[in-house]
């Protein structure tokens, strides 16, 4: 069995501060891990993902995660947000080869000026 | 390359009735799998088809079908319809090769929005 806690329902942050999105995760298999971001009546992006290699995963627009297996944790991190991060974080897990992913409940991430 | 496409984008049903939902993946995408986004419950898993087969299925009710086609596409249905089934219906197509890890990139279309009243 497999799931995610998304522990924030929503974070705001000011423009050009740093972003922390947590995530924590259960899996009974070796996991893989993602982040997705869904803007406003869009689907869902890939951010980045984590699947048994390195750590440290950079993705996308400046983001980048951690995956920390002591902790079962894979927390989203920017250094400094923009108004066009504002949209709803996506932390998922699955078993390598199965599309059966297990989303969490997301995160609404609010950028203000 | 075109992304994933899903028809309608938005459509209004009553209770009782039934809806078909389609999504033609990204071309060279072998699988597609269906997710209910609603408010409440988040983003659920339906099912997922390869080659035509479903290959995993979510914990849903008999009331919610699909299918594939030879050419990748794939419909949804959802019969006797209830005021709780509206949502925004997700397709994602990935690049699985049969017996193979996959990527693990699903890429998703914007959606299919449906309203039961």
């Known amino acids: 069995a497999q799931s995610v806690t998304q522990l924030d329902s929503h974070v705001s942050v000011s423009e050009g501060t740093p972003v922390l999105l947590r995530c924590n995760y259960s899996s009974s298999y070796s996991p893989s891990l993602f982040w997705y971001v869904q803007h406003p009546n869009k689907g869902l992006q890939l951010l980045l993902k984590y699947t048994s290699a390195a750590t440290l995963v950079k993705g996308i627009n400046g983001f980048e995660a951690e995956f920390k297996k002591s902790e079962t944790s894979f927390h989203l991190t920017k250094p400094s947000a923009h108004m066009s991060d504002a949209a709803e974080y996506f932390c998922v897990v699955s078993r390598l080869g199965n599309n059966d992913m297990r989303f969490g409940a997301g995160t609404r991430l609010t950028v203000k000026p | 390359k075109a992304g994933v496409t899903q028809t309608p984008r938005y459509l209004i049903k009553t209770r009782g009735q039934q809806v078909t939902l389609s999504c033609s993946p990204i071309s060279g995408h072998r699988s597609v799998s269906w997710y209910q986004q609603t408010p409440g419950q988040g983003l659920q898993f339906l099912f997922e088809y390869f080659s035509e087969t479903q290959r995993n299925k979510g914990n849903f009710p008999g009331r919610f079908s699909g299918r594939q086609f030879s050419n990748s596409r794939s419909e949804m249905n959802v019969s006797t319809l209830e005021l709780g089934d509206s949502a925004l219906y997700l397709c994602?197509?990935?690049?699985?090769?049969?017996?193979?890890?996959?990527?693990?990139?699903?890429?998703f279309g914007e959606g299919s929005r449906l309203t039961v009243l």
């Open positions: 994602a197509s990935t690049r699985k090769t049969s017996g193979a890890a996959d990527t693990g990139e699903l890429f």
